[in-house]
């Protein structure tokens, strides 16, 4: 099975910018959807972007501010986050066909 490990999170103050990244251990399929969700303290884990052999879909509340890409030759998918807000601190996790990184923590302060 694929291992996912994702990094990239930190602090950082509203409006501010980061980009996560997602290293599969092995090697992935460009027309099997990857996946970037996260979970904020106290609910549930929801999903941000998918992408599959160019096709791409956002969750209404990172449109326009969150960029979801891969790279299939290095086994690596991104998440670049613009005009972050507080209310998109939760720890991001990547999915790979039914594989979960352990996430990494973005905190957005006010």
């Known amino acids: 099975q694929v291992q996912l490990v994702e990094s990239g999170g930190g602090l950082v103050q509203a409006g501010g910018s980061l980009r996560l990244s997602c290293a599969a251990s092995g090697s992935i399929l460009s027309f099997i959807a990857m996946g970037w969700y996260r979970q904020a303290p106290g609910k549930q884990r929801e999903l941000v972007a998918t992408?599959?052999?160019?096709?791409?879909s956002y969750a209404d509340s990172v449109k326009g501010r969150f960029t979801i890409s891969r790279d299939n030759a290095k086994n690596t998918m991104y998440l670049q986050m613009n005009s972050l807000k507080p209310e998109d601190t939760a720890v991001y996790y990547c999915n790979y066909f039914g594989a979960w990184g352990k996430g990494t923590l973005v905190t957005v302060s006010s």
């Open positions: 992408i599959s052999s160019g096709r791409i």
